[in-house]
Nanobody, 115 residues
Framework: QVQLVESGGGLVQPGGSLRLSCAAS????????MGWYRQTPENQRESVAS???????IYADSIKGRFTISRERTKNIMYLDMNSLKPEDTAVYYC?????????WGQGTQVTVSS
């Protein structure tokens, strides 16, 4: 079992920045993938970014160049640094963990970009 706890969401003006965090705990295995997904108010869903343990990140075209995903190995924490935020980035952001043991999701954190 893996537990995921997200934090960092909130209200930000267009052009602003936020840092989302996802802390993973439990039965973490060495080969795994963690990533961020989002669901917009219009119910559009997409993968935002993902990163393999010990590997390189992969980004969706819609956010490439603005968001950065990273992992802190020793603490099993994943971050999403969001810059130059746009109203279209408004969504509930979910943390995901996938390994040979299964797929796990966090509760989600709301990001609202509005003036």
């Amino acid at each position: 079992q893996v537990q995921l706890v997200e934090s960092g969401g909130g209200l930000v003006q267009p052009g602003g920045s936020l840092r989302l965090s996802c802390a993973a705990s439990g039965n973490i295995v060495s080969v795994n993938v963690m990533g961020w997904y989002r669901q917009t108010p219009e119910n559009q869903r997409e993968s935002v970014a993902s990163i393999v343990a010990g590997g390189m990140p992969i980004y969706a075209d819609s956010i490439k160049g603005r968001f950065t995903i990273s992992r802190e190995r020793t603490k099993n924490i994943m971050y999403l640094d969001m810059n130059s935020l746009k109203p279209e980035d408004t969504a509930v952001y979910y943390c995901n963990y996938v390994s040979r043991d299964g797929s796990y999701w966090g509760q989600g954190t709301q990001v609202t970009v509005s003036s």
